[in-house]
């Protein structure tokens, strides 16, 4: 079965598709409805998890995921049973997302900015957000008071993540000792450098 081209280019090649990750995610929590904005052409999560939504901003990505070579790559390399269900948008994920609901169980953010912030929305009460910290998300989501930190995670290589949730209290502390404001987070788009840093983040969302 081929690769998708650009699946193969930005992902399989670099050795980053993060299929670690999401079986490690799937194995450790109970996910069933997944939300990834910013994904570009990262079709990973449909591999693990049953129905995933996608949305980009970026031109012309909705012809990767309507191309008969990504939807039979799917559909040959699924590690379930069921049918796939996946969606993309073609749009900023700024904006509000029609027919989309509060009833997901997990948002990725990868390397896409405050995915968090902008669609927290969408996630029930007791969903994931699964982020790291390279634009800053992982900061906002710390002193976010509608997120908990639960867990971190960390890459041992593409097909081998660890999730653990021990001595959370030794993350987030900024090596300078003092916490940016919210506003010059956003405005440098750039995450607090910490004094211990994971590879990623497990936030679950608490509140509205």
Known sequence: MNIPKLYKKFHVDKEHTSIGLFVALNAKYSINKVFYPGSHVHITPSLVFREVIYA????????????????????????????????????????????????????????????GQAVKSYLKIGGLLVCNNSHGDASLASLDPSYQLIAVYKRLADDKFTISAENLEDYMIPKNGVLPIREDIITKRRGIAYTKSPSGYIFKEVKD
């Open 56 to 115: 980009d901003s970026f031109k012309n990505t909705f012809k990767f995921f309507e191309d008969p070579e990504t939807i039979a790559f799917l559909v040959a390399n699924k590690r379930y049973e069921e049918e796939a269900i996946f969606r993309f948008y073609q749009q900023d994920y700024e904006r509000s997302f029609e027919g989309l609901g509060n009833d997901f169980d997990l948002v990725i953010s990868q390397y896409a900015g405050f995915v």
